[in-house]
T-cell receptor, first 114, second 109 residues
Framework: ETGVTQTPRHLVMGMTNKKSLKCEQH?????MYWYKQSAKKPLELMFVYNFKEQTENNSVPSRFSPECPNSSHLFLHLHTLQPEDSALYLCASSQPTGVRTEAFFGQGTRLTVV | QQPVQSPQAVILREGEDAVINCSSSKALYSVHWYRQKHGEAPVFLMILLKGGEQKGHDKISASFNEKKQQSSLYLTASQLSYSGTYFC??????????WGAGTKLIIKP
């Protein structure tokens, strides 16, 4: 247990569906991240939130829409995805903000787009 | 520019040593090492900062040579629990953390 919880653990969705991934941390961290992990590829940073403000969008297609209602929760809203979006989506948090601190990862949501 | 990890995979017998390398074409400010077991979250091992750091954690240690723009992770007397995929993340001058593709380590009894 890292203190970062992601739900659901597995998700299968059609290309016309709308779904949301949820991430929750009660570590008191103020930075939260979404990563995409595809087979045989490096971790790809998608979004960064610092103190609930989005500070980074790494050229992610608009079919992925993040939401950070408070510093403990992070969502990734999905709509009209493509099969190539199938991957493991990892959420992470850190404190204080910045790259030189340890990040705590959730176990991820395994997404399959059919 | 993504850091290059080598080797891509390594198979060891329990008790053997391994070295995993991470190199970048850009100047580095820090290097992060994580291990991920299948189906689990990546877990933090250590961060090395600019200044030629070396760190150790049980029988896992690492070095960071910023002149050569590379870091190495050393696993000594490997245990079955060391199996997993090891990722390095490198921080550049823009405070961007970019991850390598990972090195898969398999430890056999």
């Amino acid at each position: 247990e890292t203190g970062v919880t992601q739900t659901p653990r597995h998700l299968v969705m059609g290309m016309t569906n709308k779904k949301s991934l949820k991430c929750e941390q009660h570590l008191g961290h103020n930075a939260m991240y979404w990563y995409k992990q595809s087979a045989k590829k490096p971790l790809e940073l998608m979004f960064v939130y610092n103190f609930k403000e989005q500070t980074e969008n790494n050229s992610v297609p608009s079919r992925f829409s993040p939401e950070c209602p408070n510093s403990s929760h992070l969502f990734l809203h999905l709509h009209t995805l493509q099969p190539e979006d199938s991957a493991l989506y990892l959420c992470a948090s850190s404190q204080p903000t910045g790259v030189r601190t340890e990040a705590f990862f959730g176990q991820g949501t395994r997404l399959t787009v059919v | 520019q993504q850091p290059v990890q080598s080797p891509q995979a390594v198979i060891l017998r329990e008790g053997e040593d391994a070295v995993i390398n991470c190199s970048s074409s850009k100047a580095l400010y820090s290097v992060h090492w994580y291990r991920q077991k299948h189906g689990e979250a990546p877990v933090f091992l250590m961060i090395l900062l600019k200044g030629g750091e070396q760190k150790g954690h049980d029988k896992i240690s690492a070095s960071f040579n910023e002149k050569k723009q590379q870091s190495s992770l050393y696993l000594t007397a490997s245990q079955l629990s060391y199996s997993g995929t090891y990722f390095c993340g490198t921080e550049d001058s823009n405070y961007q953390l970019i991850w390598g593709a990972g090195t898969k380590l398999i430890i056999k009894p």
